[in-house]
């Protein structure tokens, strides 16, 4: 994506305050359009990297996991 300024667009760092699977889905679609970085609830953290989300650690409760299914586009 690309920002105002010709640069890439500043993505958002987000935490979960719950699992991702609780989440109202309009939440759940402001996360995967805004975030670059999202820590879950249990303490996992998934990043965007060259445009791919990856799981940098899974939490306790692997909701990290969770979250990267749903946010994979499918092919």
Known sequence: MVGAGGGPMKRDWVKLPKPWAELRPSLRDEVAAKAGDIHTYDGGH??????????????GANDADLVLNALRKPN
Request: proline share 0%; net charge negative; charged share 5%.
């Open 46 to 59: 998934v990043s965007l990297v060259d445009g791919l989300w990856q799981v940098v650690f899974s939490g």
